[in-house]
């Protein structure tokens, strides 16, 4: 099953980067996997999902359960 392919735009709406954001972490290679198409650059919504989980494991923080939390689950 092929992903859907975003635009800079949509992608930046999806990940709520904008797009210059996405533009610079692209010329660092820092940000998601993108590749150009007919001369514009797209983002597989899959790469975005990966990047933005990668993104959350290397800075979340906490994590301490508190009994008002678990009480809630």
């Known amino acids: 099953m092929e992903s859907e392919l975003l635009s800079i735009t949509a992608a ?10 996405l533009r610079r972490y692209r010329s660092l290679d820092i940000g998601p ?16 999902d990966r990047w933005l989980a990668d993104q ?6 906490g994590g301490r359960v508190t009994s008002r939390c678990a009480a809630a689950s």
């Open 12 to 21: 930046a709406q999806y990940t709520g980067v904008s797009v210059c954001g």
């Open 56 to 61: 959350r494991a290397l800075t979340l923080r």
């Open 33 to 48: 996997q993108s590749f150009k198409l007919n001369g514009r650059v797209v983002y597989e919504r899959c790469a975005l």
